[in-house]
Nanobody
Framework: QVQLVESGGGLVQAGGSLRLSCAAS????????MGWFRQAPGKEREFVGA????????NYADSVKGRFTISRDNAKNTMFLQMNSLKPEDTAVYYC?????????????????WGQGTQVTVSS
């Protein structure tokens, strides 16, 4: 089982940028598709994006497409979420997780080994 730890969250003004990291340990990270999710207060956890095992393919929610970029460094067992042009509606706790199946899956039920989350707050 892979263990995941997110970092890099914080407070940023609208239009700003943040880069989140997801550090992995445990089972081989380099063969596992990975995803990012977020959960705002009073809302369900929602898919942000995912990346295949090699980093050659990604999948994004429409709400972040063109603003967020997922990448990974398998040599360092780390995945990243670069967030640009942030909006107040991006405010949430951001989680990384490992996919049981494919980076194309957007349902949280297909993911496991959730990290503890990192808070992102975007002020207007």
């Amino acid at each position: 089982q892979v263990q995941l730890v997110e970092s890099g969250g914080g407070l940023v003004q609208a239009g700003g940028s943040l880069r989140l990291s997801c550090a992995a340990s445990g089972r081989p990270f380099s063969t596992t598709p990975m995803g990012w999710f977020r959960q705002a207060p009073g809302k369900e956890r929602e898919f942000v994006g995912a990346i295949n095992w090699s980093g050659s393919a990604t999948n994004y929610a429409d709400s972040v497409k063109g603003r967020f970029t997922i990448s990974r460094d398998n040599a360092k067992n780390t995945m990243f979420l670069q967030m640009n042009s942030l909006k107040p509606e991006d405010t949430a706790v951001y989680y990384c997780a490992a996919s049981r199946t494919s980076y194309t899956d957007t349902d949280a039920r297909f993911y496991h080994s959730w990290g503890q989350g990192t808070q992102v707050t975007v002020s207007s």
